[in-house]
């Protein structure tokens, strides 16, 4: 069975700091999304990954996949308000009909 | 584009009633739909995979008498909650899978927040 692991689950930082929230998965995957959700809306969309050392970034925000590790990370750089939200990465699974797992979500607060 | 609607956005309804949520893909076609269900603070869970023309998958321990999935054309599926009770409580996003041309992405709709009285 598949488990995504998310650290840490709540994470709260000041302005203009830096912080990485960390995506652990158990077993072999060909692709890693991550996802944003504001309260009461659903996802968007973020980043896909697709391959071993895959780096993406937009604005504050990079993400990065290391397969044989299994292991993806979100970097935020200077952290700023309109950025709290809950940050979820989400496991394709391979081979399958592309049913995603979840992990169990990162809930994160800038403070001004 | 890759653009996916889901109606109602929210929904009361009294226990012992039945409920039904549409999922539209509004420009592509999607063989594949998948409904989800989140808890407050919670992550999301796979209910039930749609597959266009056949019987609905669903996920261990998810009634499929009480969630009823169809998903008759390739733009269209329907999950209905029946005999509704409190506990069913909860945010219940779909999305749709794209095809070859839409990199065979998941495409998620706004949800629907259905309360249960």
């Known amino acids: 069975e598949l488990k995504v692991e998310q650290n840490p689950l709540f994470l709260s930082m000041q302005e203009g700091k830096n912080y990485t929230i960390y995506c652990n998965y158990s077993?072999?995957?060909?692709?890693l999304y991550w996802y944003r959700q504001d309260p009461g809306k659903s996802l968007e969309s973020l980043f896909v990954l697709l391959s071993n050392g895959a780096v993406k970034q937009e604005g504050r925000l990079m993400a990065s996949l290391d397969t044989k590790a299994r292991l993806s990370t979100l970097h935020i750089t200077a952290a700023v308000h309109d950025l709290s939200a809950t940050y979820f990465c989400a496991v394709d699974i391979s081979g399958s009909a592309r049913q995603l797992t979840f992990g169990s979500g990162t809930q994160l607060t800038v403070l001004p | 584009g890759a653009v996916v609607s889901q109606h109602p956005s929210w929904v009361i309804c009294k226990s012992g009633t039945s409920v039904k949520i549409e999922c539209r893909s509004l420009d592509f076609q999607a063989t594949t739909m998948f409904w989800y269900r989140q808890f407050p603070k919670q992550s999301l869970m796979l209910m039930a995979t749609s597959n266009e023309g056949s019987k609905a998958t669903y996920e261990q321990g998810v009634e499929k008498d009480k969630f009823l999935i169809n998903h008759a054309s390739l733009t269209l599926s329907t999950l209905t909650v029946t005999s509704a009770h409190p506990e069913d409580s909860s945010f219940y996003i779909c999305s749709a899978r794209g095809d070859v041309g839409q990199g065979y992405e998941q495409y998620f709709g706004p949800g629907t927040r259905l309360t249960v009285t």
């Open positions: 077993t072999t995957s060909d692709r």
